[in-house]
T-cell receptor, first 116, second 112 residues
Framework: GAGVSQSPSNKVTEKGKDVELRCDPISGHTALYWYRQSLGQGLEFLIY????????KSGLPSDRFSAERTGGSVSTLTIQRTQQEDSAVYLCASSLELGALNTEAFFGQGTRLTVV | DAKTTQPPSMDCAEGRAANLPCNHSTISGNEYVYWYRQIHSQGPQYIIH???NNETNEMASLIITEDRKSSTLILPHATLRDTAVYYCIVKAGGTSYGKLTFGQGTILTVHP
């Protein structure tokens, strides 16, 4: 596609429910990143994929958070037993190469998650 | 990753140049300086990046000091639509991947 696509754009869920957020990266981009941005805050790194593997999961805030990527393309971020503090905009980005210092990341428009 | 320091906010008059500074005194030799911006309610947008030479594209210019310890992003003719949070980021080098570590950025307000 022309850009990074995320769905849904908005999600309201009840506390305790599980949610899945989807990211379609730019075609051919091998690197994929998930970030989280709480209201009025900066971007917080969550996880990085190179192909289908995730060499860096250091930003996942708890074991309720998990992510997978299949076929080196689409990624899904899953939050189990959602809590109100999970409310945030979840942003996905993709870039062309691993370790290449001069490639830029392209971001999607994000999924706004509200836990009520 | 090298850390960056930016002023929390700046103002600029429409049509004038906006000069956004960034300090990255601990940058290492193989790290690039990247600039992104985030307009309200949108995902971050790539602006420009550089290693040691000055760079220019259709959006902005990037001036990096000779010692690479600081840089300035220049928007030559700011418009109201340039109002955004601007992030200066030093990108991980060596065998690390290109994870972006965002700081608090500079809130640029362009006023009529």
């Amino acid at each position: 596609g022309a850009g990074v696509s995320q769905s849904p754009s908005n999600k309201v869920t009840e506390k305790g429910k599980d949610v899945e957020l989807r990211c379609d990266p730019i075609s051919g981009h091998t690197a994929l990143y998930w970030y989280r941005q709480s209201l009025g805050q900066g971007l917080e790194f969550l996880i990085y994929f190179q192909g289908n593997s995730a060499p860096d999961k250091s930003g996942l805030p708890s074991d309720r958070f998990s992510a997978e990527r299949t076929g080196g393309s689409v990624s899904t971020l899953t939050i189990q037993r959602t809590q109100q503090e999970d409310s945030a905009v979840y942003l996905c980005a993709s870039s062309l190469e691993l370790g290449a210092l001069n490639t830029e990341a392209f971001f999607g428009q994000g999924t706004r998650l509200t836990v009520v | 990753d090298a850390k960056t320091t930016q002023p929390p906010s700046m103002d600029c008059a429409e049509g004038r140049a906006a000069n956004l500074p960034c300090n990255h005194s601990t940058i290492s030799g193989n790290e690039y300086v990247y600039w992104y911006r985030q307009i309200h309610s949108q995902g971050p947008q790539y602006i420009i990046h550089g290693l040691k030479n000055n760079e220019t594209n259709e959006m902005a210019s990037l001036i990096i000091t000779e010692d690479r310890k600081s840089s300035t992003l220049i928007l030559p003719h700011a418009t109201l639509r340039d109002t955004a949070v601007y992030y200066c980021i030093v990108k991980a080098g060596g065998t690390s991947y290109g994870k972006l570590t965002f700081g608090q950025g500079t809130i640029l307000t362009v006023h009529p």
